[in-house]
Structures are given as C-alpha cells and as structure tokens.
C-alpha cells in the first residue's frame, strides 16, 4: 500500500476514534435532558448505551437537571479528553514520550490507590484521573495505529 493510502486511512481510524468519544459525550449530556424532557424511549436508549461502557453507572455520577449522566466521573473525563487528543493529533500534535509516561503513570497510579485503599476518592479525583487516562489511551491508541502502518520509534 502506498504511504499516502497509509497516512489516508490511519487519519480515517483516528478519526472514527475521535468521533466515537464525541458521541458518547454527547449521549450522556443528551440524556439527562430528554429523561427531564419525559422523552423517556430515547433516554432509555442512551442510557443503556452508556451503562454498556462504564462499569460504575450506579454510583459517582454528575447530575443534570437532577437526572444521573449515565457514566462515571472517571469515563466522562476520559472520553473528553481523549476526544481532545485524537483530535489534536489530526492538527499535528505529538506527545513526547516522557509525557506519556507520566500522564500513563498517573493515571493508572490514581486508580491502584483507588483499589488498594490508599485514599478516599471523591468525583473530581476521578474527573481530573480521567483526564489523564483518556490523554494515555488516546496516545497508545495512536501508537499502536504507527505500530501498525511500520513506524518505529517515537
């Protein structure tokens, strides 16, 4: 395959990536609102699609308009950020490798804490920890894209 096919369709995939993060966005704000709405079939919907993608729907969970999101503080924050990463890569933008371990470090950190009882976690630790995972996935996902197309390094 030509590298121009190469570079057209890891563009694609990162892309579906970046939209998919969008819509799952968009679903658990857009829910809340039509359970307010009593448009109750739609937000049915969405909220089975968004407890399908997150394992903590029942607990920590924002509200809007008193109506639960449907995902937790840490996915929420992921999905943002990753959005934003995948999106900035089409712009150009790299992370450095040092970053990544760090963001990876973190993030990954927060949630052992979490599991071993090292510390209470409240919504906005998960929040802020969802950010840094989501930068983290959003990176290795592209990482395995260049893995993938023969790129070696960094």
Do not use: Q
Not at 43 to 72: A, E, Q, R
Not at 90 to 98: A, Q, R, S, V
Not at 100 to 105: A, E, K, P, R
Request: aromatic share 16%.
């Amino acid at each position: 395959m030509s590298n121009i096919l190469k570079w057209s369709f890891k563009n694609a995939l990162v892309g579906l990536g970046c939209l998919f993060c969008v819509v799952v966005i968009a679903c658990a704000f857009l829910a809340p609102v039509l359970a307010h709405s009593n448009f109750s079939p739609a937000s049915n919907v969405l909220y089975d699609f968004l407890h399908k993608l997150c394992k903590m729907h029942g607990t920590n969970i924002f509200t809007i308009l008193n109506h639960p999101i449907g995902i937790c503080a840490r996915c929420i924050g992921s999905y943002i950020s990753a959005a934003v990463i995948l999106y900035t890569y089409l712009h150009k933008f790299k992370m450095d490798k040092i970053i990544f371990i760090i963001i990876g470090t973190l993030a990954f950190g927060e949630i052992a804490a979490e599991y071993f009882n090292l510390f209470v976690t409240n919504d906005f630790i998960r929040l802020i920890d969802g950010f840094f995972l989501g930068a983290f996935l959003g990176m290795l996902y592209i990482k395995i894209l260049d893995w993938l197309e023969g790129k070696k390094g960094w």
